[in-house]
């Protein structure tokens, strides 16, 4: 009898069927492993790297860690709530003195997500409106002084001294009064949470959302801003090219604020910037450098003159 055409041996079936087997084996393992050099070339594009004396250097021997999950709200704190309607209802009213004086409260013994982000809110709205409060003064303005001295005088930025006095310009009138703010602002960031708190006189300020080096890169020392560029171009670090700013592979966003370690001068190339990529914010992201919504590095900016200390925690 004629054998059907699908018949065969059975040992030469088995050796077929485990050939074949075999065959796609391996090529699943090739696939693999080009895909996993890929991820890694790619990974370590990210270098920031303005040009200029914090120019940065290839990536640092820092230790690794691994990267948390982001991280979740808090959730409300029910004996918060009472407060907050009562600062809420005091910045309805203008009363922004009084909503800081409530929120300061709640924020001490609370980590209620609303207040601190109302907080926030109230303390940059306070700091540019004509109401006072802590840390702001009035200066008359002297012979032989320009808004650079003065802002140096009183630990400022030139950007916040105009805007807290309206000023479109540079120009200052001999004998008139500026509205000056002397806060000490210092920056404090935790890698764990992804969060940047701006304090003033060592009281939370505002809090931001930010992101921070990959896999632990971001080293847990102090830094102070030694130097601040805006629109700023950057060095990609595999051939040492400057990428002008709006070159959509500059990956230093709108500001740069670059970060200096008097304890550990071997650290160079970190700083504070600015970033295109939305969705990075809040997770181990970057290269090594804490980075920041566009329009937040912008905000602080404006308000911490060189020299601010910054602290990196876990």
Known sequence: MAKPIYAGSYPSR???????????????????????????????????????????????????????????????????????????????????????????????????????????????????????????EYYVIQSGDYLQKIAG??????????????????????????????????????????????????????RYPVGTGKFGKTPEVGFSIVDKIVEPPWTRPSDNKQIQYGDPENVLGTRWMALKSDDHPELVGFGIHGTWERDSIGHQSSAGCVRMFNEDVEELFDLVPRKTPVVITD
């Not at 005091?90 to 907080?119: C, F, N, R, W, Y």
């Not at 120009?171 to 009064?177: D, E, H």
């Open 153 to 206: 005088k009183f630990n400022t930025t030139v950007e916040l001294i105009k805007t807290m006095n309206g000023l479109e310009s540079d120009t200052i009138r001999l004998g008139a009064r500026l509205l000056v703010f002397n806060g000490n602002f210092s920056i404090r960031v935790s890698k764990t949470a992804n969060t940047l708190d701006l304090l003033s006189g060592g009281k939370l300020f505002k």
């Open 14 to 136: 088995g050796r077929s069927r485990w050939r074949t087997v075999f065959t796609i084996i391996i090529l699943l393992h090739l696939v693999a492993v080009g895909v996993y050099l890929v991820a890694t070339r790619k990974g370590g594009e990210e270098q920031p790297a303005p040009p200029g004396p914090s120019a940065p250097s290839a990536d640092l021997p820092l230790p690794a860690a691994p990267a948390p999950l982001p991280l979740a709200p808090a959730s409300p704190d029910p004996a918060a709530q009472g407060a907050i309607a009562d600062a809420r209802a005091a910045l309805d009213g203008g009363q922004l003195q009084a909503a800081k004086t409530i929120l300061d409260k709640v924020v001490a013994q609370s980590s209620d997500p609303e207040a601190l982000k109302l907080l926030g809110e109230v303390n940059i709205r306070l700091l540019r409106s004509p109401q006072m409060m802590p840390g702001k």
